[in-house]
């Protein structure tokens, strides 16, 4: 019988880009069950998933922030079981902290955290019941790593991956996997907008450094990081695809070779000064060299992968 995989935060990118691979299938493995906090934008997601609609691929409503919402979407589907979760739906926030406010902050962790918490409680019991399941994480590479003005989104998905690293333990008795998927950079229509959003918001209670950092530095840097290694939500689907459907799923997968050797600096050093000081000298330092350096990443000068397949 087809394995029935929930996923959540599929009105767009990733989340939108899996729901409708799975769903295409050529063996028929998968039913689908895309969920997404607002109905109201379930056109591009029904577009295209075209002839699947209705067979491989349904639509819910499920937002991850809402006790009611879950239960409703589960009671929903056929016998309440899901047998893959994939804990999807996530928010990005970015800035300078002295500028933002803790409600914001407080929204990421209930979003990123405590959503995919929310979910994993609710499908938990009917997978130790079976004996069996998977749990996919969309984690990130920030979840590996800090990244400059990106203290809370990192917050957030470090807080994810020591839950689930913590969880898969136990979970394997159950015979119960957990997947964090580690994406890099990847071009969205959300990471653009917020991108521009950022550049014009006023950050109050900043002092002028701080800001001139973030808009002159570091804004520059990351868009021409998003452009020059940043991967489409397609790629990083197929990397998922590959993680639901391997019989020994990995805990961790990053999705990007063009940015391992950025990872690599924190697993070569485990005293973390490697990368906070190279970090530092990029965006400070030397923001020429970051540019080459990005040059350099994209035209695939270490295109080897630090880490073995
Ligand atoms: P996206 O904005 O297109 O997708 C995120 C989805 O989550 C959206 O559809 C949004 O509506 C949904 N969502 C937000 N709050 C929700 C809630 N309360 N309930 C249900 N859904 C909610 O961006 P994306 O890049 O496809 O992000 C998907 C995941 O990938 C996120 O967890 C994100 O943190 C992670 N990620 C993104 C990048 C990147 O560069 N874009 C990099 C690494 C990891």
């Not at 955290?113 to 009917?126: E, N, S, T």
């Not at 923001?287 to 992968?305: D, E, I, N, V, Y």
Request: charged letters at 20%; one cysteine or more; glycine letters at 8%.
């Amino acid at each position: 019988a087809p394995r029935t995989v929930l996923i959540s935060g599929c009105s767009s990118g990733i989340g939108l880009e899996l729901a409708v691979q799975l769903a295409h299938d050529p063996r028929q493995r998968y039913q689908v069950v895309a969920t997404m906090r607002d109905l109201g934008k379930k056109g591009t997601l029904e577009a295209a998933a075209g002839k699947a609609l209705g067979q491989t691929l349904t639509v819910a409503q499920l937002d991850v922030c809402s006790d009611e919402s879950v239960a409703q979407c589960l009671s929903c589907i056929q016998g309440g079981e899901v047998d893959v979760l994939v804990n999807n739906a996530g928010v990005g926030l970015v800035g300078p902290l002295e500028g933002l406010s803790l409600a914001a902050m407080q929204n990421v962790f209930d979003t990123n955290f405590f959503g995919a918490v929310r979910l994993v409680k609710a499908v938990l019991p009917g997978m130790k019941r079976r004996r069996q399941g998977h749990i996919v994480v969309v984690s990130s590479v920030m979840g590996l790593q800090g990244v400059v003005f990106n203290e809370v989104y990192a917050a957030s998905k470090f807080a994810m991956e020591g839950f689930f690293e913590s969880l898969a333990v136990q979970l394997l008795q159950f015979n119960i996997f957990i997947s964090l998927v580690e994406p890099g950079p990847v071009v969205t229509e959300f990471e653009g907008k917020l991108l521009e959003q950022v550049s014009t918001a006023e950050f109050p209670g900043t002092d002028p450094d701080t800001l001139s950092y973030f808009r002159d530095l570091y804004l520059p840097a990351s868009r021409e990081l998003f452009h020059n290694v940043g991967q489409s939500p397609q790629d990083v689907a197929k990397v998922i695809v590959k993680v639901i459907g391997s019989a020994r799923p990995p805990l961790r997968r990053q999705t990007n070779t063009r940015y391992t050797p950025l990872t690599a600096l924190k697993a070569v050093d485990p005293s973390g000064s490697l990368y906070v000081r190279t970090s530092h000298r990029l965006l400070f330092r030397w923001p020429r060299l970051l540019k080459l350096g990005l040059r350099c990443l994209a035209c695939s000068c270490f295109r080897t992968p630090v880490w073995p397949r």
